[in-house]
T-cell receptor, first 113, second 116 residues
Framework: KAGVTQTPRYLIKTRGQQVTLSCSPI?????VSWYQQTPGQGLQFLFE???????NKGNFPGRFSGRQFSNSRSEMNVSTLELGDSALYLC????????????FGPGTRLTVL | AQTVTQSQPEMSVQEAETVTLSCTYD???????LFWYKQPPSRQMILVIR??????QNATENRFSVNFQKAAKSFSLKISDSQLGDTAMYFC?????????????FGAGTRLTVKP
């Protein structure tokens, strides 16, 4: 079974631009979570989607948004990029065993110049 | 709110020896999951071991085991017979056992270096 995939793997943007990141969960997984990882703040939860609905949201400004499609693929969008948005963005899908474990993708490394 | 604390930013261990990474957490929940994840340099985060709070028995996965102390809200990871491939960032994580609450809270991580 293929793992969680994220595209693109690397992105360079400038301040003020917007960006869209994509995540495809493991086949059969319906829950997708997004995290931001930075050296200063560590791993922070952004939001979680299940069956095309946002179920949970972390403490991030409204510039960060996401959505999920009927095939469980998810996208996150960041508008009006700031230098501080430079980070590794990780996507994770939750297993169907009810055991709670999340399976992570390789991440998208976003650099904002 | 749940918080996870890893008090050891960096640790090192000699190959073949045993090392223990510490993690404490704060929660008022009774049912939850605890995890240790490993993130090797420039590589993907992978699950090392998980523990359900209602289980008193400590989880074990090959060379990895945990010491789960629910009353003390402590969840340490022991790595036996350390190998060079164990070099990585290790994150302790907490998640409520609640349908529709798949947000995982992570500690700041411990950078483990296994020395030859």
């Amino acid at each position: 079974k293929a793992g969680v995939t994220q595209t693109p793997r690397y992105l360079i943007k400038t301040r003020g631009q917007q960006v869209t990141l994509s995540c495809s969960p493991i086949s059969g997984h319906r829950s997708v979570s997004w995290y931001q990882q930075t050296p200063g703040q560590g791993l922070q939860f952004l939001f979680e989607y299940f069956s095309e609905t946002q179920r949970n949201k972390g403490n991030f400004p409204g510039r960060f948004s996401g959505r999920q499609f009927s095939n469980s693929r998810s996208e996150m969008n960041v508008s009006t990029l700031e230098l501080g948005d430079s980070a590794l963005y990780l996507c994770a899908s939750t297993g169907t065993s009810g055991r709670g474990e999340q399976f992570f993708g390789p991440g998208t490394r976003l650099t904002v110049l | 709110a749940q918080t996870v604390t890893q008090s050891q930013p960096e640790m090192s261990v000699q190959e073949a020896e045993t090392v223990t990474l510490s993690c404490t957490y704060d929660t008022s929940e009774n049912n939850y999951y605890l995890f240790w994840y490993k993130q090797p340099p420039s590589r993907q985060m992978i699950l090392v071991i998980r523990q359900e709070a209602y289980k008193q028995q400590n989880a074990t996965e090959n060379r990895f085991s945990v010491n789960f102390q629910k009353a003390a809200k402590s969840f340490s990871l022991k790595i036996s017979d350390s190998q060079l491939g164990d070099t990585a960032m290790y994150f302790c994580a907490f998640m409520k056992h609640d349908l529709g609450m798949d947000d995982m809270r992570f500690g700041a991580g411990t950078r483990l270096t296994v020395k030859p």
